[in-house]
């Protein structure tokens, strides 16, 4: 099998050390819901931290 090339050989990297994933996105939201309290309700600062987050 031929060698991969650099382009390829990056990209491979980024994607495994970079990627924001469906998984990470489940966790980082479900520790915001663990998070959330009626007291200090801040649903714009949280909302823009999880889309933040994703981009």
Not at 9 to 16: G, K, L, M, P
Request: charged share 30%; net charge positive.
């Amino acid at each position: 099998m031929a060698e991969k090339s650099q382009t390829e050989q990056s990209r491979a990297y980024f994607y495994r050390n970079f990627k924001y994933t469906l998984e990470h996105l489940a966790r980082d939201y479900q520790a915001e819901l663990q998070r959330y309290s009626d007291e200090s309700w801040e649903f714009p600062q949280r909302a823009a931290r999880l889309s933040a987050a994703v981009k």
